[in-house]
């Protein structure tokens, strides 16, 4: 009972939402790096955020939602496709400058969000940052998405901004990128007002590199991360003010989050750890559900979420039914604010993968870490706590939500139970180079091209397909060719 995706909804009821009259717009406004105290109702002190803190005090306010990875890709492909990253098979968090990665992506064949919305007859936009794969074979367009704008990538991967698939920057004027975003954001409101719409609202910030808009500069007492911060904030307020004037605002639904935990631990406050470990702080982010129309007041609600949760609560809002071809991993929050009990058991397990590595379990209050080995870590893996570790380490988050005390002695049963489930979910979504019998096939723009996460392991793969791959990539970015070339010229003596 307890491997991964036992709960599937085949089909979900229509509710009395999707009713051409009835059916809500949707703005998914996705954070990056945001942490669980870096807005002032989850908790921040030196900056303030009144737009998002209005989301919360008249929607449902979450302390206790879980992204489905602590780092950039695998944790969007989770919130898209409402699947663990590792059975999606996008669950390397992407850097297409790496010989290893630069030809993978989000597989085309997944179902995603804005095709849940685009069957439903909605009008999909995204506006942000992408980072589900470069090459033309995984673009938003690929996705589901009618329309895209912005920096698809990290600024340190590409600076490059767009519109739709023209080049607008070769660099972003990083200064006016929350400017650049609001006032689309604005413009899609007031031209598809009359009709329905979903925007995935995917911002940059506050990720580094970051350069707070002229009016905010040293508006926070946090520097130029807080200043970025508060000006998302504004940008959120432009946003709604706008849904008001369009006069939709009651039938909208806004979701915030953040894609994973943040980069200092101060942010993650009163949580342990930060982006790129599993540890409480890169999982656990603001997670804010504002909808008018069919949540009038404020609520404050404990009850465990998970990323994947966001995709079959908007299909069943929508009436759009979930494919019966493959198993998801969310249920719909719908029964929150319809007093009944959520479809998933309050002991469900939640797997905390990094990469190809389960590293911990959350079982109720429990919280299992598992030893690793250094070879099974991601490169980006910060946690060297339980390298190779004699035994797993018990923590209860009911009375220890830093993850301090190591209860493991005192609870022999309960880890025996927790190390099971986690030997079933190894075979059903993978370990460290193996994959798992409910893993889908990653996205590849080469065909039968070796899934490597980690550049540490390319040298694996044979020199041949290395160099058949590198071959591919001159191909079709000469540029890489003219550029190196120029490099070497410069090497060769006069």
Not at 83 to 103: K, S, T, V
Not at 119 to 132: A, F, P, R
Request: hydrophobic share 35%; glycine share 8%.
């Amino acid at each position: 009972m307890f491997l991964v995706g036992a709960l599937i909804q085949a089909l979900v009821p229509c509710l009395g939402y999707c009713d051409d009259a009835k059916r809500p717009n949707v703005i998914f406004f996705l954070t990056d790096d945001l942490g669980y105290a870096d807005v002032s109702c989850y908790g921040a002190t030196k900056v303030k955020t009144p737009n998002i803190d209005a989301l919360a005090a008249d929607g449902i306010r979450f302390t206790d939602f879980h992204t489905g990875a602590s780092i950039c890709s695998p944790s969007r492909a989770c919130f898209l496709t409402g699947a663990y990253p590792q059975r999606c098979g996008l669950y390397m968090g992407i850097n297409p400058i790496r010989d290893e990665h630069w030809f993978l992506g989000l597989n085309p064949n997944e179902i995603t969000l804005a095709e849940q919305f685009k069957n439903s007859n909605y009008q999909t936009y995204m506006i942000g940052k992408w980072h589900l794969g470069k090459e033309p074979e995984f673009h938003p367009f690929r996705h589901g998405f009618d329309h895209y704008y912005g920096m698809p990538n990290n600024a340190g991967h590409s600076a490059a901004f767009y519109d739709g698939t023209e080049e607008v920057y070769a660099k972003t004027p990083l200064a006016q990128l929350t400017k650049l975003y609001t006032d689309r954001a604005v413009q899609i409101i007031q031209e598809i007002r009359d009709e329905p719409f979903f925007l995935y609202f995917a911002h940059n910030y506050p990720h580094t590199p970051y350069r707070a808009g002229q009016d905010f500069v040293g508006s926070s007492q946090d520097g130029v991360r807080g200043d970025v911060i508060q000006e998302l904030d504004w940008g959120i307020g432009e946003m709604m003010k706008a849904l008001e004037d369009a006069g939709i605002a009651e039938n909208t639904i806004v979701i915030f989050t953040s894609d994973n935990g943040p980069v200092k631990p101060q942010y993650a406050a009163p949580y342990r750890g930060t982006k790129y470990v599993t540890f409480e702080g890169g999982h656990r982010v603001p997670f804010i559900f504002h909808w008018p129309a069919k949540i009038p007041n404020g609520i404050k609600s404990d009850t465990p979420v998970v990323a994947m949760d966001v995709f079959p609560t908007l299909s069943e809002i929508i009436g759009e039914p979930l494919v019966t071809d493959r198993v998801s991993d969310g249920v719909s929050l719908t029964p929150l604010w319809e007093g009944r009990a959520l479809s998933r058991p309050d002991d469900q397990p939640f797997y905390y993968y990094n990469c190809e590595n389960l590293q911990a379990i959350r079982y109720g209050d429990w919280k299992l870490h598992l030893p690793r080995t250094k070879k099974q870590l991601p490169f980006w893996d910060k946690n060297k706590a339980f390298i190779n570790a004699s035994s797993p380490a018990l923590y209860n988050l009911r009375n220890d939500i830093a993850e301090s005390k190591d209860v493991s002695s005192a609870n022999p049963e309960v880890v025996q139970q927790m190390v099971r489930m986690a030997e079933d979910t190894r075979q059903e979504l993978g370990e460290f180079m193996h994959r798992g019998s409910g893993q889908r096939a990653t996205g590849s723009a080469i065909e039968g091209a070796p899934i490597i996460s980690h550049g540490k392991d390319w040298p694996t793969v044979d020199a041949a397909t290395r160099s058949a791959i590198q071959a591919e990539r001159l191909e079709r970015h000469p540029e890489r060719k003219k550029a190196r070339e120029n490099k070497n010229k410069k090497r060769q003596p006069n």
